[in-house]
């Protein structure tokens, strides 16, 4: 591609977004509303910057929050440049960013070479057993460990080592959850273990306490680009502020009024700190919005005006004024889906559209239930995102865990979930004395297994035969594994030879469900040698390469990508952020609901209210919303009350079912019937 074909791609682009491309001299901020196309500004700048800039591309590093983005991210670059200038850019995501970090500096860590990543399930595991080893009360509550886990991630974002979250606590609770982060700390490490938030925390503080790594790091980076910006927490922020240096060259792509995930650490006023730690720092809005029609924007825009803001932005579009905004008042919350699934219905009939063209957001993953029942009823095709994670699949996370005590034979948590899955006879008193016999010789439970002192303490000789031959069998395969340049056949052979195939077979309820299993297994199969076959770098071909990363995409992506089939789509608000459909319904427009009892007992309606921004922009030209005056709670029917949300829509744009109707709807009911048969036969000829 020539550099002219290049130049003539970047200057499709709105005054806002061209100068947000060409600025680079300075630190920037772009504040880029919903569908004002901060993508094109990216990958576009990307492109500016190896073509017309002369930065190397190896120089520069985009991280965003999801595989998907980043994957996109890639692909549009790849569009705009020829592929020499694309050879080493960096375009991922924050934590596959720390992974190749610790990688690479892996001497100037507490890690050994082969070192695992938990997953929350293991997190989980090792919180219980060290809260049962220590004899604290509650380590059979879920809510507790639950809390242990959220305290744990909160202050690893905050960059709080343990000491530090001990001499901080405030009561009793804090107190005992500070100590349990220092057990828990010492024992991950003991496994050659990091977690999910070690990724980031890990490199942070290497950047942090070593100047020397700081200087080379920021030597490397030239030019950093930051997507979701509003998302990042503490420990994130760092990280770009270490990056960066005096420097600042970076551009910072956000929108504080999109900022919905305070709950899993995410600080809007990491924008406002931008403003504080670079005083140069440059913001260019990005107000014109290529989604949504003048209406569903007029009712955003009314909605977040309720909302303190930093910098203030209005979005607009010139795609027309658009339908008016519905709200249907229904009895109950059966009557609500039944309505919203007649509706769906009805409009796609009368409009010729397809199924995909719907989604129905809510808070809750419990909304959905009624209207599955009622789509199912009509026999109408949908899909539920944000399902079973395909990585979440137990068939899948059993292979998985023989992978990872391959790459690290420490990872104890990966040997309890397998020793006995297949069933090996070894029983939980072999286990516990298995583990007592570890701790004393500090070792791990593998190497424990195939110690020769082990019938010392364990007297069954049968159980002690079984442990030995196991330690022996993953021993060899390590051997071989490592050594061999085209791994997934003898990934294969390993898993039939453990038996686990035929207790598939054995123990699946149904000739579809073992169908299902074993098909998830040569997915999982066709993934490694994707990996293998995809890696850039000869060191990414290995196993233990490989292994890590599959972990970071399930962790990553915690879903699986279904294919695009012509489904409606139903979701939470949270998992409808950065897509669009034609058609949206919000449904649970209630006080206790949207906004949520939690943000309203906390004073936390804020962040709701910006939900709610998040599924208005969602749609592109049709825009509804329900409210059930009853709804079932507990079993009980409840009388509700209407979202403060509805008073804070502009009145002369909506449309109230069951009310008056209002003048702005002028459909003549004549040719709304001739539609919809004509639209009817078209269906069935």
């Known amino acids: 591609m020539s550099g002219t074909h290049t130049s003539q791609k970047l200057s499709a682009l709105n005054p806002r977004q061209q100068e947000a491309m060409e600025y680079v001299s300075g630190p920037l901020l772009v504040l880029a509303g919903a569908g004002s196309g901060k993508t094109a500004v990216i990958t576009r700048k990307i492109a500016h910057l190896i073509q017309n800039c002369n930065v190397p591309s190896h120089r520069i590093v985009a991280m965003t929050f999801t595989n998907k983005a980043a994957r996109e991210m890639k692909e ?67 809510e507790l460990i639950a809390k242990a886990m959220r305290r744990i991630s909160d202050w690893k974002n905050d960059l709080l080592m343990p000491a530090q979250a ?8 804090d107190l005992q959850l500070a100590h349990l982060y220092e057990l828990y700390e010492r024992n991950i490490r003991a496994y050659n273990a990091v977690d999910f938030d070690d990724l980031i925390a890990l490199p942070t503080r290497l950047l942090q306490d070593n100047a020397e790594l700081r200087d080379k790091w920021q030597n ?36 504080d009024d999109q900022s919905i995930y305070a709950w899993r650490g995410a600080k809007p006023e990491n924008m406002a700190l931008l403003a504080d730690d670079f005083p140069r720092l440059k913001v260019i809005k990005l107000e014109q919005n290529y989604r949504s029609t003048s209406r569903i924007l007029k009712a955003a825009n009314k909605v977040i005006e309720n909302n303190p803001h930093l910098f203030e932005k209005a979005l607009w579009s010139d795609k027309g004024h658009g339908d008016v905004i519905r709200v249907m008042n229904c009895r109950n919350d059966d009557d609500e889906a039944e309505r919203i699934v007649h509706d769906i219905m009805t409009h796609r009939l ?7 063209d719907y989604a129905v957001l809510y808070r809750g993953n419990f909304q959905a239930r009624v209207l ?4 199912r009823q009509l026999q109408i095709p949908y899909k539920v995102s944000g399902g079973t994670s395909f990585f979440a699949r137990a068939e899948i996370k059993d292979v998985m865990s023989y992978l990872r005590l391959i790459i690290n034979p420490d990872d104890d948590s990966a040997f309890l979930r397998i020793i006995n899955t297949p069933k090996r006879e070894i029983g939980p008193a072999t286990l516990e004395k298995l583990g007592l016999f570890a701790q004393e010789f500090s070792m791990s ?17 049968k159980a002690v035969l079984h442990l030995h031959e196991f330690a022996q069998f993953i021993d060899q395969y390590t051997r071989d594994l490592h050594d061999d340049d085209n791994p997934v056949p003898l990934v294969r052979q390993m898993i039939n030879e453990t038996g686990y195939i035929d207790y598939i077979k054995e123990n699946a309820p149904t000739p579809q469900n073992e169908k299902n299993k074993l098909d998830n297994l040569e997915t999982l199969f066709s993934s490694i040698q994707s990996l293998i076959n995809r890696a850039e770098d000869v060191d990414e071909k290995n196993i233990e390469s490989v292994i890590r990363k599959l972990v970071l995409l ?6 699986q990508e279904e294919e695009d089939t012509d489904k409606v789509n139903l979701m939470t608000l949270h998992a409808a952020k950065g897509l669009e459909f034609p058609y949206v319904y919000i449904m649970g427009l209630e006080e206790e609901l949207l906004p949520h009892k939690n943000s309203i007992a906390a004073e936390t309606v804020e962040e709701e209210r910006r939900l709610m921004y998040v599924g208005i922009t969602r749609a592109r030209q049709g825009l509804t919303l329900t409210l059930a005056e009853q709804r079932k709670m507990g079993g009980n029917l409840r009388q509700t009350t209407p979202s403060r949300f509805l008073d804070e829509l502009p009145e ?10 209002n003048k702005i709807s002028n459909v003549d009911p004549k040719a709304q019937a001739a539609a919809y048969l004509a639209n009817l036969k078209a269906l069935m000829k």
């Open 76 to 142: 549009r670059v790849s569009k705009l440049l020829p592929s020499d200038k694309m050879k080493g850019i960096t375009v991922s995501t924050f934590h596959n960013f720390g992974l190749n970090l610790l990688r690479l500096e892996l001497k100037h860590t507490p890690l050994k070479n082969n070192f695992s990543i938990l997953d929350a399930d293991d997190c989980k595991r090792l919180l219980m057993d060290l809260m049962q080893r220590d004899n604290l009360s509650g380590a059979d509550s879920k």
């Open 166 to 173: 001990i001499s901080t606590a405030i009561d009793n609770e």
């Open 220 to 255: 490397r980076v030239h030019y950093l680009l930051v997507d979701e910006y509003q998302d990042t927490n503490t420990a994130q922020y760092m990280l770009v502020k270490l990056l960066v240096g005096v420097q600042a060259r970076f551009t910072a792509v956000g929108d």
């Open 350 to 356: 009368m409009n010729g559209k397809t199924w995909q």
């Open 372 to 375: 599955e029942t009622q789509l």
């Open 445 to 461: 439970l593998l190497s424990a297994a195939g110690d020769l002192r082990l019938n010392m303490v364990v007297s069954q000789r």
């Open 554 to 559: 399930d962790l990553l992506d915690q879903q």
């Open 652 to 661: 002369e744009e909506i449309e109230w079912s069951g009310r008056k109707k």
